[in-house]
């Protein structure tokens, strides 16, 4: 089949690529390999920026983010036993939604299909070829196991971090710059109502937790563990124990356990985000740690800086953009990176940590809360920098 833009993806960055090409009268195709129920049911991340609810608001107005989301105007920071709000609007007048990244994708699933998108579920691509040429190809597996071949002006690998588009533009499903930490999260969702109004972030001597929420009667968690963990181990009980014992000074409302899982911590950067006719987007360019919700966020924003470059391409017959695009979204994916890193070196314990360094890293969490000028810093990037 022939189209201008294929992207291998349906996730938030695909799924929103393809809208803004369309609005600038420029047709995709999207190839995934999921259903759309697996893709509608995946738990990932719930924090969306300012910048990323804008975007969504401006697609659709009615937005369910407006209703079925909830505005958080900050987050608390909790060490020694002490809660620390970071109040936004006051520092950057900016704030960011809880709405889980699923919901986000039942939106965009359902608007696309609306549109017209052409979007083929259960489309497995196992390669491109030719980005060098006008038109590159992506190689594909139907469902009933039929070849499918897409050629296009531009491929987009808007396909997570098992890209099969990056060899194409890296030369190697690996090259890029990585790194892994020696802890990972145990995540759990469970019916209770909230335990806070707030998420929280806490710092104590048993290790890190998160408090966060999915809506009134649904709540996530997460507590600092080895990354070898099995979660099917604990009981509920022990999870309660372990979750209450590092969120010192608040009663956590337990309630039924319906999903656990552990998540592993990674960064990485693509070497290249773009070769020829061919870009990534999204985790196929960049891993980064779950502490501060960067992920989906970052996806949207390489998206919006793609849309402008392949339309200045394929419109316009414009290259710049398009040479410019590693550049400017590398700017705030390092930006990202830097941040995501830094909430996580700030909050997690090890065991390998000596009295000086668990000492260094409480006074450097006082050094963010007693300073407007470190509350600031992290409000401006937990809430997102401006989108360009
Ligand atoms: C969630 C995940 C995060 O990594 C984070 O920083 C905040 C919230 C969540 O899943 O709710």
């Known amino acids: ?29 999207i190839v995934d390999q999921r259903t759309r129920g697996d893709i509608e049911q995946t738990i990932r991340a719930g924090i969306l920026e300012q910048g990323t609810v804008d975007l969504l608001t401006a697609i659709d107005p009615s937005s369910r983010v407006h209703t079925v989301g909830t505005r958080h105007d900050g987050i608390e920071l909790r060490f020694e036993g002490e809660g620390h709000r970071i109040d936004f609007p ?5 704030s960011v939604w809880l709405y889980p990244q699923h919901e986000v994708l039942k939106d965009m699933l359902a608007l696309r299909l609306r549109a017209g998108q052409d979007l083929r579920f259960e489309v497995t691509a196992s390669r491109v070829e030719g980005v060098d040429t006008p038109t590159p190809r992506v190689f594909a597996t139907t469902a009933a196991g039929d070849e499918l071949i897409i050629e296009a002006d531009f491929v987009v690998g808007a396909d997570g971090s098992r890209s099969v588009v990056r060899p194409a533009i890296t030369g190697d499903a690996f090259n890029g710059h990585f790194r892994e930490y020696p802890f990972a999260w145990f995540g759990i969702l469970c019916e209770a109502p909230e335990s806070s109004e707030e998420l929280i972030y806490s710092n104590s001597d048993n290790g890190f937790a998160l408090i966060s929420q999915r809506s009134h ?10 990354p070898e963990t ?17 969120v010192p000074g608040t009663t956590l409302k337990e309630g039924p356990i319906f999903q656990r899982d552990v998540l592993r911590f990674r960064s990485f950067v693509a070497s290249e985000l773009r070769h020829g006719r061919a870009a990534l987007v999204g985790d196929a360019a960049h891993t980064v740690p779950p502490t501060g919700a960067k992920g989906m966020n970052l996806a949207v924003a390489d998206v919006v800086l793609l ?14 953009l ?10 705030r994916i390092w930006k990202a990176q830097h941040f995501s890193w830094w909430m996580t070196s700030m909050l997690h314990t090890l065991p390998e940590h000596t009295e000086f360094d668990r000492r260094r890293q409480l006074g450097e969490l006082r050094s ?3 300073s407007e000028a470190g509350r600031t810093f992290l409000a401006e990037a937990y809430t997102g920098w401006p989108l360009a």
Not at 8 to 13: D, I, K, L, Q, T
Not at 90 to 94: E, I, K, T
Not at 230 to 246: A, F, G, K, N, Y
Not at 308 to 316: H, I, P, T
Request: glycine fraction near 6%; aromatic fraction near 4%; include cysteine.
């Open 1 to 29: 089949i022939r189209t201008r833009v294929a992207i291998v993806g349906a996730g938030p960055a695909g799924l929103i690529l393809s809208h803004l090409l369309a609005d600038a009268g420029i047709d995709s195709v």
């Open 90 to 94: 006051a520092l950057v007048g900016r």
């Open 217 to 226: 009667d649904v709540q996530r968690m997460y507590f600092q563990c080895d």
């Open 230 to 246: 099995d979660p099917t181990v604990m009981s509920e009980e022990e999870i309660w124990e372990t979750l209450q014992s590092r």
């Open 307 to 320: 849309a402008r470059a392949v339309n200045a391409l394929l419109v316009e017959n414009d290259a710049r």
């Open 322 to 331: 398009i040479d410019a695009y590693a550049d400017e979204a590398l700017k």
């Open 368 to 370: 963010v809360v007693d």
